[in-house]
């Protein structure tokens, strides 16, 4: 079992910037993949970054250039720092763990550990 709980978010201007974080806590050796997944309401669960256990990293699209997936295994936290926000980032923003896959990947089916999310709100 993983348990993994963020924090960092909040409200922002457009322009701005935040840092989220998200604790590990449990079985994290066994988790190859880390990534943050955010939800906006009425669409579906979408990948932003993932980072596998050897710190090769994937974003989305739409964040490259603007966010940066980091992990500091001394203290089993993962992090996503977020610049150049934009309201179109405005969502609630999960951390989570695949603990089953060797190649990590933006697929949020593939993650078995989920964070209760923080939500992030960017204001134009």
């Known amino acids: 079992q993983v348990q993994l709980v963020e924090s960092g978010g909040g409200s922002v201007q457009a322009g701005g910037s935040l840092r989220l974080s998200c604790a590990a806590s449990?079985?994290?050796?066994?988790?190859?993949?880390m990534g943050w997944f955010r939800q906006a309401p009425g669409k579906e669960r979408e990948g932003v970054a993932v980072?596998?256990?050897?710190?090769?990293?994937i974003y989305t699209k739409s964040v490259k250039g603007r966010f940066t997936i980091s992990q500091d295994n001394a203290k089993n936290t993962l992090y996503l720092q977020m610049n150049s926000l934009k309201p179109d980032d405005t969502a609630m923003y999960y951390c989570?763990?695949?603990?089953?896959?060797?190649?990590?990947?933006?697929?949020?089916?593939?993650?078995?550990?989920w964070g209760q999310g923080t939500q992030v709100t960017v204001s134009s």
């Open positions: 980072i596998d256990s050897d710190g090769s990293t």
């Open positions: 449990g079985n994290t050796y066994s988790s190859r993949c």
């Open positions: 989570a763990a695949d603990s089953l896959s060797y190649d990590c990947y933006l697929r949020a089916y593939e993650y078995n550990y």
